[in-house]
């Protein structure tokens, strides 16, 4: 089974610290994505990494970064959190061929960011 | 640009009754479709999905799925829900030249009462 998980299910941090979400995978998976889950939107993607090193930005990259230095782990960095960041994080792992393959998510992380 | 709509947010409905939950698209080029299910308290699971082929689609747990290219739609079905049936479920679309982005719909919540 593959698995994807991520480091922490619930997190509190206060306004202007640096968070930082951890995903692994461990099906030798190229492509990474971290989505953002709010209530009425669905997923929105916010940033994913289709290899070591690589990143390409998604529909709501501001406010995050992204780090990728293995290929099994991809990082979500909030560099100064904010309010509005208050929400369901998950990460997504799938191999190369994309959208023939199943994308495989972790559980979510839910930060709340006081 | 692509969009997914999931008209209806909530989905009332007895035990053993039969379900349908609506997805329309927009896209102007061949797309893969996808159902995902959400869990409380969990990251989201693959039902189905309809790369090619027969517009009809069987997935997990007696769900299955119809692909309608002409009023680009892709509702999902059930002739008897469960009550372990209820939890939130996604509409999904990528393109076929463009494997890495995955559109969300904004979801589904099915409550299945005894």
């Known amino acids: 089974d593959v698995k994807v998980t991520q480091s922490s299910r619930y997190l509190v941090k206060r306004t202007g610290e640096k968070v930082f979400l951890e995903c692994v995978q461990d099906?030798?998976?190229?492509?990474m994505f971290w989505y953002r889950q709010d209530p009425g939107l669905g997923l929105r993607l916010i940033y994913f990494?289709?290899?070591?090193?690589?990143?390409e930005k998604g529909d709501i990259p501001e406010g995050y970064s992204v780090s990728r230095e293995k290929k099994e782990r991809f990082s979500l960095i909030l560099e100064s959190a904010s309010t509005n960041q208050t929400s369901m994080y998950l990460c997504?792992?799938?191999?190369?061929?994309?959208?023939?393959?199943?994308?495989?998510f972790g559980p979510g992380t839910r930060l709340t960011v006081l | 640009a692509q969009s997914v709509t999931q008209l209806d947010s909530q989905v009332p409905v007895f035990e053993e009754a039969p379900v349908e939950l609506r997805c329309n698209y927009s896209s102007s080029v061949s797309v893969y479709l996808f159902w995902y299910v959400q869990y409380p308290n969990q990251g989201l699971q693959l039902l189905l999905k309809y790369l090619s082929g027969s517009t009809l689609v069987k997935g997990i747990n007696g769900f299955e799925a119809e692909f309608n290219k002409s009023q680009t739609s892709f509702h999902l079905r059930k002739p008897s829900v469960h009550i372990s049936d209820t939890a939130e479920y996604f509409c999904?679309?990528?393109?076929?030249?463009?494997?890495?982005?995955?559109?969300f719909g904004s979801g589904t919540k099915l409550n299945v009462k005894p």
């Open positions: 997504a792992s799938i191999h190369a061929t994309g959208g023939t393959d199943t994308q495989y």
């Open positions: 990494s289709y290899d070591v090193k690589m990143k």
């Open positions: 099906m030798d998976h190229e492509n």
């Open positions: 999904a679309v990528t393109r076929g030249d463009n494997f890495n982005k995955f559109y």
